[in-house]
């Protein structure tokens, strides 16, 4: 199951992308993290570095 970003969290600040082992997540047109579902091993190394606790494990 891959994370969950809330988009009205998430400041844009790219923590995420850094720390993601298999380039799951980007940022988007608007600066806003996303994730790329079929990409994404569901580590959670996203989850503990995001500064807003805007990323959430999927359900």
Not at 14 to 22: I, K, L, N, S
Not at 43 to 58: D, R
Request: glycine letters at 12%.
């Amino acid at each position: 199951m891959a994370v969950v970003v809330d988009k009205d969290n998430c400041i844009g600040c790219g923590a995420c992308v850094g720390v993601c082992p298999v380039s799951a997540l980007s940022l988007d047109n608007e600066g806003k993290s996303e994730c790329d579902a079929d990409t994404c091993i569901s580590c959670l190394s996203c989850v503990g570095t995001c500064p807003v606790g805007a990323i959430k494990e999927g359900e």
